[in-house]
């Protein structure tokens, strides 16, 4: 296993460890003061969701137990979460039993989309990519979730990303750093993009608990 592969590995490992079956993590992060964080109708993540993303076929990546989906699980056509623990998944088919129109998906490896070429006119994360391998992202050698996202999107179809901006301690691991945010400066975010047929539309940079710039959301094109 690569240095890249093994770095991988424990993120993973690591956000399956607090998807324990007492659910304590999952039920940390529904308090209705941290989903309004991403929701509330002034949060930069609400207002870039509202104006770029096409809710007819709509994809979460890192999807945990569907917090964030369920904000606008009336409003797809068709919606499908992706998570790499299984607690999580499971944890969101029972809370999208009743909509028939939602998919639930556990991801064994965390890098792979398993969908049709072409599918979703969206695709968007949140809280969760701030943490991933750069290597993992970028890597040109095994699936990455960038170029998957540009497989699975179709022609026209966005991706909103919120990923880490943190450009220190570059040789660290990620929990050794502010908020568990792995190094990734938005720039190489972009490059990627680029490289995988992706049109970045717009990019900021905003701090996450005073942390200065650690974040960046990006919203990107398939054409």
């Given at each position: 296993?690569?240095?890249?592969?093994a770095a991988h590995e424990?993120?993973v490992?690591?956000?399956?460890s607090?998807?324990?079956?007492d659910?304590e993590?999952?039920e940390?992060y529904e308090n209705?003061?941290?989903?309004a964080w991403?929701w509330?109708?002034a949060s930069?993540?609400?207002?870039?969701?509202?104006r770029?993303l096409?809710?007819?076929d709509v994809?979460e990546?890192?999807?945990?137990?569907g917090r964030?989906?369920?904000?606008?699980?009336?409003?797809?056509?068709r919606?499908t979460l992706?998570d790499?623990s299984?607690d999580a998944?499971?944890?969101a088919?029972?809370?999208?039993?009743?909509?028939?129109h939602v998919?639930?998906?556990?991801?064994p490896?965390?890098k792979s989309?398993?969908?049709?070429?072409g599918?979703?006119?969206?695709?968007?994360s949140?809280?969760?990519?701030v943490?991933f391998?750069?290597?993992?992202v970028?890597?040109?050698?095994v699936a990455?979730?960038i170029m998957e996202?540009?497989?699975?999107?179709?022609?026209?179809?966005?991706?909103?990303?919120?990923?880490?901006?943190?450009s220190?301690n570059?040789?660290?691991?990620f929990?050794e750093?502010?908020d568990?945010r792995?190094?990734?400066?938005k720039g190489?975010?972009e490059h990627?993009?680029?490289?995988?047929?992706?049109t970045?539309?717009?990019q900021?940079?905003f701090p996450?608990?005073?942390?200065?710039e650690?974040?960046?959301?990006?919203v990107v094109e398939?054409?």
């Amino acid at each position: 296993m690569t240095e890249p592969d093994a770095a991988h590995e424990a993120i993973v490992d690591t956000w399956r460890s607090f998807g324990a079956s007492d659910y304590e993590y999952f039920e940390k992060y529904e308090n209705p003061e941290l989903v309004a964080w991403f929701w509330a109708p002034a949060s930069r993540f609400r207002k870039a969701f509202e104006r770029y993303l096409n809710l007819d076929d709509v994809l979460e990546i890192a999807s945990g137990a569907g917090r964030h989906s369920a904000q606008i699980v009336g409003r797809c056509r068709r919606l499908t979460l992706i998570d790499t623990s299984v607690d999580a998944t499971a944890l969101a088919r029972k809370r999208f039993s009743s909509a028939s129109h939602v998919t639930v998906t556990f991801s064994p490896d965390g890098k792979s989309l398993p969908f049709e070429k072409g599918r979703f006119s969206s695709v968007f994360s949140y809280d969760s990519m701030v943490h991933f391998e750069p290597l993992t992202v970028a890597s040109y050698i095994v699936a990455s979730y960038i170029m998957e996202v540009a497989s699975v999107l179709k022609p026209g179809g966005r991706a909103l990303l919120h990923h880490s901006n943190y450009s220190d301690n570059p040789t660290a691991s990620f929990k050794e750093n502010p908020d568990w945010r792995n190094f990734m400066p938005k720039g190489f975010v972009e490059h990627v993009s680029a490289r995988a047929g992706l049109t970045v539309i717009e990019q900021q940079t905003f701090p996450w608990n005073g942390n200065s710039e650690t974040d960046a959301l990006t919203v990107v094109e398939k054409g």
